[in-house]
């Protein structure tokens, strides 16, 4: 069955940095895109960034464009969220997502499956 | 970016009767390419990531119950539960993943009345 695990989360000060992973298991992992999303505490759910499944096309949220990164590695079937300047804004659970649909174009679609989340708290 | 507006924001029916959710894009999300509308709903219960309910605006994920029903096309769209049961309680999403950044829905709030 199809797993995602996060991990990597925790409390950083304003403009630090923390690196989150998502360890994928169930699927064939170089054959899928993969989102992250992030829900503020008690609000709704925001869309941040999108590698394809070769790592090749990356898309982001003008809200972490130049300060967030995506990477994959297929070797270890894991997918990165490297986040730097972090500001309160960022205080957020983090959920990777499995792209629910393979197409080589490398378009984002829907989310087929979630991981647990890993929650980044932003503060002094 | 695309806006996606969820109404209402909340609602309480019934067990066993109908709830109803509309959602509403700023922009067309049908593809005239293959005629396709790039709109999912999830359904996210407390403390639990989201859960894939329909895509392509009216399949239906595997597993999902058939009370689960999507409709609509272009701007607007329908999520129906046909038949209200206590373990829907929960928020409801809806997305789209024509453009780039995909959006949310603000979610609507479903509750027992």
């Known amino acids: 069955q199809v797993q995602l695990v996060e991990s990597g989360g925790g409390v950083v000060q304003p403009g630090g940095s923390l690196r989150l992973s998502c360890a994928a298991s169930?699927?064939?992992?170089?054959?899928?895109?993969m989102h992250w999303v992030r829900q503020a505490p008690g609000k709704g759910l925001e869309w941040v960034t999108f590698i394809r499944y070769d790592g090749a096309i990356q898309f982001y949220a003008d809200s972490v464009k130049g300060r967030f990164t995506i990477s994959r590695d297929s070797s270890r079937n894991t997918v990165y969220l490297q986040m730097n300047s972090l500001r309160a804004e960022d205080t957020a659970m983090y959920y990777c997502a499995k792209v629910g649909y393979h197409d080589p174009s490398g378009h984002p679609y829907y989310s087929d499956y979630w991981g647990q989340g890993t929650l980044v708290t932003v503060s002094s | 970016d695309i806006v996606m507006t969820q109404s209402p924001d909340s609602l309480a029916v019934s067990l066993g009767e109908r709830a109803t959710i509309n959602c509403k894009s700023s922009q067309s999300v049908l593809y005239s390419s293959n005629n396709k509308n790039y709109l999912a709903w999830y359904q996210q219960k407390p403390g639990q990531p989201p859960k894939l309910l329909i895509y392509w605006a009216s399949t239906r994920e595997s597993g999902v119950p058939d009370r689960f029903s999507g409709s609509g096309s272009g701007t607007d769209f329908t999520l129906t539960i046909s038949s209200l049961q206590a373990e829907d309680v929960a928020v409801y999403y809806c997305q789209q993943y024509l453009f780039i950044p995909l959006t949310f829905g603000g979610g609507t709030k479903v509750d027992i009345k």
């Open positions: 169930g699927f064939t992992f170089s054959s899928y895109g």
